[in-house]
DNA sequence: CTGTTAGCGCGTTCAG
DNA sequence: CTGAACGCGCTAACAG
């Protein structure tokens, strides 16, 4: 292995001139930095990034912590549109990232967990869709011992930041013009979960436009379950007039259950999957970018580890109609 | 931050006798072993892996590489299900990965891709679903600079394992029940890519088939792509018994463009995805358990980065039938 | 069985 | 503007 030194001796320089070409230092001649780069070229060095982090004490490694059962055969969209937005990013700024499943951490304690973190040299965390019940989690981003972005949970505060789109207005507009093209007054509101902050927003959204709108609304908790949306529309859906989801997954519960029991309800969605186009429906939803989501994450780490303070950054969100083509095409 | 030499000096010893009752050395008497320990529950110590990692030279990194393109809305649940299997198992052998999309490895040549790797402290590679044109990783699969486990695709060597299926077997096997069960003699095959690994094999289980049972296989390449697979169809089905397809997802192009057709075929899949389910149809399938698939690439990388050589694995297959329910319930 | 001594490859003063 | 020297936290021979 090439190190440093090799290249300084190369190019006949001290090692410190080296690092300092390496990172961009300044007072460094243009003529002993071309020097250098030469040596480097022709030597094929390669700064070894262990070496570097132990010595600055920067890692640039952030954790990225999800949400997926690791033995449902689960649709995980979701997830990986989070990941690929976030590894994107990070190479982009010369960083790394590893991705956690809350899973693993539910067999840790908090301790654990934060020595887990520690020793690999995680500076920073991004936890995606975090609820009320996943303490050690909570606990180890209120530890402060990592600079936190949330991903769909509330939490500000010097180092940490929240990220998510407006859910409440999200919720608002797409089912305001969905009941207004449907039409209809009952509607059959399929919520979240309870004690979720996501489902809590949207929840809001859907009573301010019950309000505005003076609909009947009868609002059940479907947990994010495609299956738990089946069975309460299934019970509930017969005397109402549409039905509205919290997430496309659980329309798409929705409208199998209406299948099967042989009635037509217009149904509206939230998230905007592609999975949506394999249910052959059309639908009206809310796309939300998970991938520019999570890239936006990781740019707003890298700023809390430079010094940056929390803070809160609303995503856009779009209101679309998902139809059988568009995952086709 | 606590290191190994507070511990040493609260436990009354020298630094190395720690770092041994750390790694598990031998010749430790059972009592500095309580000492220390002692001491590093008192302190809080957590091991510095990279300073670790940089004084030893094994880092127990790997790399996994996955081809999703970035921008398309893709189904991502086979990468997602590699992810999940692969990070699992890593965890638990103590080792920790990367996830490295292909994308970002065709913007570099083979000489960035090794540098990248190496400044990282790379030490092992799992690549999943490598084709012939992936060129540049090929050649840094064949530089030999790292242990390579490749998924899906051929390539023993003293430091590269294969690991995948028999899909030739598979697809015989799962055409055969398929066509016994739905009857007919003009098939239409849809296979996956011209050049693939995988596809080459299940074209050949499928032409065993096809001699063995007196078929009629029009065989087109569909690349693995629904919308593909869902212009052959349209085009090709028409004077068809039947629909064998090299994949689930292209299964489901056919699906839907016998749908457009207004007419009925059945259609044999591939993978076993669950995301099948969403499609609504019943089908015959080949099911393949990736998760265990990527656990096994781990501790066959890990063997090789212990030296073990490289082999072939050939890992077990299911014949299945996707039910409409079986995703919802 | 335990302690001493060298580094691993790099970043960073602080003299020159 | 450059270079010598030290140390990051740990492992790995070697002595004792």
Redesign the pocket.
């Known amino acids: ?8 001796k190369h190019a ?9 070409v ?2 961009n ?9 071309e020097k250098v780069n030469a040596a480097i070229d022709e030597l094929g ?4 990034t ?3 982090a ?5 890692t640039g490694r952030l954790a990225l912590l999800l949400d997926v059962n690791r033995h449902a055969q689960s649709v995980d969209e979701i997830p990986m549109q989070y990941i690929i937005g976030a590894i994107n990013k990070a190479k982009e700024l010369g960083m790394d990232i590893i991705t956690v499943f809350f899973t693993m951490i539910q067999e840790m304690n908090v301790d654990e967990t934060v020595r887990y973190f520690q020793s690999q040299g995680i500076e920073g965390l991004i936890v995606c869709g975090l609820s009320k019940q996943d303490v050690t989690i909570r606990r180890v981003v209120r530890s402060g011992r990592f600079k936190t972005v949330l991903i769909d949970a509330p939490g500000v505060s010097n180092d940490t930041s929240s990220i998510h789109i407006d859910n409440e207005l999200a919720q608002y507009e797409v089912a305001k013009k969905f009941v207004l093209e449907s039409g209809g007054s009952k509607i059959l509101y399929i919520a979240g979960k309870k004690n979720g902050y996501v489902s809590e927003e949207r929840m809001r959204g859907m009573k301010r436009l019950a309000w505005e709108l003076g609909l009947t609304v009868y609002t059940r908790t479907g947990g994010f379950s495609e299956l738990e949306a089946r069975r309460i529309t299934m019970k509930y859906a017969g005397n109402k007039d549409a039905i509205i989801c919290a997430s496309d997954l659980m329309a798409i519960g929705a409208m199998k259950a209406l299948i099967d029991m042989d009635i037509y309800r217009p149904v509206c969605g939230f998230d905007g999957v592609s999975l949506m186009g394999y249910a052959g429906k059309q639908m009206h939803t809310v796309k939300q970018d998970f991938q520019n989501i999570a890239a936006c994450a990781v740019e707003e780490l890298a700023g809390l580890i430079e010094g940056r303070s929390g803070r809160e950054v609303i995503m856009p969100h779009e209101l679309i109609r998902i139809k059988y083509l568009d995952v086709i095409s």
């Open positions: 292995m090439v190190s440093i030194r090799d290249v300084a006949g320089v001290a090692i410190s001139t080296v690092s300092k390496l990172n230092y300044p007072n460094i001649s243009a003529e002993t930095k060095f390669v700064p070894n262990i070496a570097s132990l010595s600055s004490k920067k």
